[in-house]
């Protein structure tokens, strides 16, 4: 889902709205009039009824997405107080999503971040549903309205607390386990597999609804089963790259992506194995001497120097520091290298050994080449070739959001062994919330 175009801020939480939004808020609205129609709410043959229940109804729309966001908020504020930063909240076709930068570290924040939500949405369905009998007596249509947006929140606060993610209540359960296992990965998987179940029920009951009665209630539950049953996928693939990307090391994905020159060599000799490279991608050119690492050389000399001096410059009299090149360890965990290839440019890093000397290097083809074999899967040439010049993820691999994710946990590891981020971007009240 796209992040839509931003509307305002709140408390520096950008609200954004996606273009999908305004297709709910239509059929909603179209809904809310048929609804109010049929009630005759202003009486039968009132002049200008029909143009005042559209309005009515309109509004109804409207207060409902206010809702939406309040949940939302709920869900924010209560992230901001444990120190997580929130990116944005996004109303959207299936409601509304807060993209939250990081997970809570404990079971207990988790916990209170996820019921947040369904809180606010329950406190306002209370608060309407009390305030509508006094409204009714003020106007009929306004009560009709309160006593709508009443029930809506109910459904809307109870919904969203079904055991099953990406639902709230289905981070409420991840939360319960992780608290009652010490695992956030075992919370992960009981919710995903409940969000899952809940899922195929959704697309199961949805079905026969649809092909019995034709109800658009029917095909409303076919999308959210089948939007849930893409979360849970999502979630355990999610899981299974963070698991690879804690086990492998750099060294397995590592290549050998330089050439090692002889300080004597001339500046023609360097100028002809530039020119040999005519895709731009050329290997890294590092110095030694007698056994001993000297620097390394670019085509600075190249573009400063007269064309006329190349045979007669050495490269030794033109080297930079090895340290300018972008490194990493090859027994540092392959996330990490993820993560330092989202900032170097271009998207390569050098790999030393335990006593730090170059062994190898490593680009984003080669690290999604052993990320993907350790899963069982392997790659074409021309698909590692294309990436290779693109500078990008394979496959649309999303490596950096779960090295994010990974990276922004305060532990990467709980007391067996197991990430504490879930490695996606955590967002909450996915749904109908």
């Not at 869900?75 to 107080?81: K, P, R, V």
């Not at 050389?297 to 340290?323: F, K, M, N, S, Y």
């Amino acid at each position: 889902m796209g992040e839509g175009f931003q509307l305002l801020r709140i408390r520096g939480i950008p609200l954004r709205i996606h273009p999908s939004w305004f297709v709910i808020l239509a059929l909603a609205t179209l809904g809310f009039q048929q609804q109010y129609g049929q009630q005759a709410l202003l009486g039968p043959g009132v002049p200008g009824s029909e143009p005042l229940s559209w309005l009515l109804a309109l509004a109804t729309a409207l207060l409902l997405f206010v809702s939406v966001l309040l949940h939302e908020l709920g869900h924010s504020f209560a992230a901001i107080a444990q120190g997580v930063k929130v990116r944005s909240i996004t109303l959207f076709l299936l409601g509304g999503v807060a993209s939250i930068e990081r997970e809570s570290t404990t079971a207990r924040g988790a916990l209170v971040m996820a019921a947040a939500g369904p809180l606010v949405s329950l406190l306002l369905a209370a608060g309407l549903i009390g305030a509508s009998h006094g409204a009714t007596h003020l106007s009929p249509p306004l009560g009709a309205m309160v006593s709508q947006l009443g029930e809506l929140n109910l459904v809307l606060g109870l919904f969203n607390l079904l055991p099953g993610l990406p639902l709230d209540g289905g981070l409420i359960l991840k939360a319960l386990v992780w608290q009652w296992t010490g695992s956030q990965r075992r919370g992960v998987q009981v919710a995903t597999a409940s969000g899952l179940l809940l899922s195929l029920v959704a697309i199961g009951l949805g079905t026969v609804v649809l092909l019995r009665s034709g109800s658009v209630g029917g095909l409303w539950l076919i999308l959210l089963g089948w939007f849930g049953f893409g979360a849970a996928r999502n979630q355990t693939q999610s899981q299974a790259l963070q698991a690879v990307l804690r086990d492998l090391k750099v060294r397995d994905g590592a290549r050998r992506r330089y050439r090692v020159l002889d300080p004597s060599t001339s500046l023609r000799q360097l100028s002809r194995l530039r020119l040999a490279d005519p895709e731009g991608l050329a290997d890294w050119l590092l110095v030694c001497e007698g056994g001993r690492w000297r620097g390394q050389i670019d085509d600075a000399p190249l573009q400063t120097l007269p064309v006329q001096r190349w045979d007669d410059e050495r490269i030794g009299d033109h080297l930079r520091p090895l340290a300018d090149l972008p490194s990493i360890r090859d027994d540092a965990p392959l996330w990490q290298a993820v993560l330092q290839l989202e900032a170097a440019s271009p998207p390569r890093l050098l790999v030393l050994s335990a006593a730090g000397l170059p062994c190898g290097t490593i680009e984003r083809p080669e690290l999604a080449e052993a990320v993907l074999a350790r899963l069982g899967v392997r790659l074409p040439l021309p698909l590692l070739d294309a990436a290779r010049r693109q500078g990008t993820y394979p496959m649309g691999l999303p490596l950096a959001a779960v090295a994010e994710g990974m990276a922004a946990s305060a532990s990467q590891v709980d007391s067996d062994a197991k990430p504490k981020g879930n490695g996606l971007v955590p967002r909450h009240g996915q749904g109908l919330d």
